[in-house]
T-cell receptor, first 111, second 118 residues
């Protein structure tokens, strides 16, 4: 089955760009999502990308998709303290509505 | 946008009692709802998928008699943790998908329920 992997931690300085990476194994993945989870809270959909797209930009967020390498990334420009959270990559295939989740990357902001 | 309301946000219960968690889609009809469990510092684990009007589909290793799921209407799904024990303490999150199947909206998540069994 599908496997989704992320590194567990990322530390960046306030004001720098953060790049969170995600790899997946199923080439038939159709929709790829990024979710944000703040401590003790539920998940917030940040952005998503369809498999027929290479890039999507939404304000400070840029998603890049490399289908050949099955690699997805989320770039947060001008990282702020409010961006501190765990970021989950989730992948969906056409076969069902379930999402396969990465373990989440904890973004740590240094002053 | 789509909103899912999950209650309660947190609950403390005694060992052996049952706890019900509700998940409501407020402005859309959700034919399918998912229930997840999250252990500290770990990713989400899908427990079960519930479809309105039919029995839930449980993931391997999840006890269906312990985690009762009811999806009686298009806007409400409930998860009941029966005879709760301390090892059931966790963060439970529901997720719903708009029945219109507009995939671009992704999934809408509830705010989660932190269950502590003492």
């Amino acid at each position: 089955g599908e496997d989704v992997e992320q590194s567990l931690f990322l530390s960046v300085r306030e004001g720098d760009s953060s790049v969170i990476n995600c790899t997946y194994t199923d080439s038939s993945s159709t929709y790829l999502y990024w979710y944000k989870q703040e401590p003790g809270a539920g998940l917030q959909l940040l952005t998503y990308i369809f498999s027929n797209m290479d890039m999507k930009q939404d304000q400070r967020l840029t998603v890049l998709l490399n289908k050949k390498d099955k690699h997805l990334s989320l770039r947060i420009a001008d990282t702020q303290t409010g961006d501190s959270a765990i970021y989950f990559c989730a992948v969906q295939t056409d076969s069902n509505y379930q999402l396969i989740w990465g373990a989440g990357t904890k973004l740590i902001i240094k002053p | 946008g789509a909103v899912v309301s999950q209650h309660p946000s947190w609950v403390i219960c005694k060992s052996g009692t049952s706890v019900k968690i509700e998940c409501r889609s407020l402005d859309f009809q959700a034919t399918t709802m998912f229930w997840y469990r999250q252990f500290p510092k770990q990713s989400l684990m899908l427990m079960a998928t519930s479809n309105e009007g039919s029995k839930a589909t449980y993931e391997q290793g999840v006890e269906k008699d312990k985690f009762l799921i009811n999806h009686a209407s298009l806007t409400l799904s409930t998860l009941t943790v029966t005879s709760a024990h301390p090892e059931d303490s966790s963060f439970y999150i529901c997720s719903a998908r708009d029945h219109r199947g507009i995939s671009g909206y992704g999934y809408t998540f509830g705010s989660g329920t932190r269950l502590t069994v003492v």
